[in-house]
């Protein structure tokens, strides 16, 4: 069962984990970072970011496999069907949650329910892409990716409902117009 203190640093990282925007310069600079970082530490891991159409960046460093390519496929298939991180999701499941891959329900050709693949939320918009990383236990995978995403500076605060802080604030068309 997973521990509750991780569920719920999991719930919170997925409130709070909202870009005020993100682009394809912010995609390169995103991968980039996890993957030096995991370089520099000589993880054999792959790094990705992309979205529903396509790949955004994509490296496998140093001792990584196919499988990692793989791996990081379906996490991040996983992440996009359901707009969650894959460690959320695991441990949701861990905690009593339904077992994604029972007959009926997901492929598990196409997705994989294990951490290191976590949703990119733009605010006013929602998922634009996914950050996934592969090589590395599950919860080291997903802290790398999160490390990565804080450390673009560009994060929304959120109230204490989930919504983004700026919530109830004038759109910028708002306030171009009362200009």
């Not at 991780?6 to 310069?25: G, P, Y």
């Not at 791996?71 to 992440?79: N, P």
């Not at 409902?161 to 759109?171: N, Q, W």
Request: glycine share 10%.
């Amino acid at each position: 069962m997973a521990d509750d203190a991780r569920l719920a640093q999991l719930e919170n990282e997925h409130l709070e984990l909202v870009l005020r925007r993100f682009d394809r310069k912010d995609a390169w600079e995103l991968g980039r970072a996890i993957a030096e970082r995991a370089l520099a530490a000589g993880h054999p891991v792959a790094v990705d970011v992309r979205t529903s159409s396509g790949i955004l960046f994509h490296v496998s460093l140093p001792g990584a496999t196919a499988d990692n390519d793989s791996w990081v496929q379906k996490k991040a298939a996983t992440a996009l069907r359901f707009d969650t991180s894959t460690a959320l999701l695991e441990a949701r499941i861990e905690n009593g949650g339904r077992d994604m891959h029972e007959p009926g329900w997901l492929d598990p050709a196409v997705y994989a329910v294990a951490g290191g693949a976590v949703p990119i939320r733009v605010e006013g918009v929602g998922v634009v892409a996914v950050a996934t990383m592969s090589g590395l236990p599950s919860a080291q995978d997903h802290d790398n990716v999160v490390d990565g995403i804080r450390g673009l500076g560009r994060l929304e605060r959120c109230n204490a409902d989930g919504r983004p802080a700026s919530a109830g604030r004038p759109s910028l068309r708002d306030r171009i117009s009362a200009a």
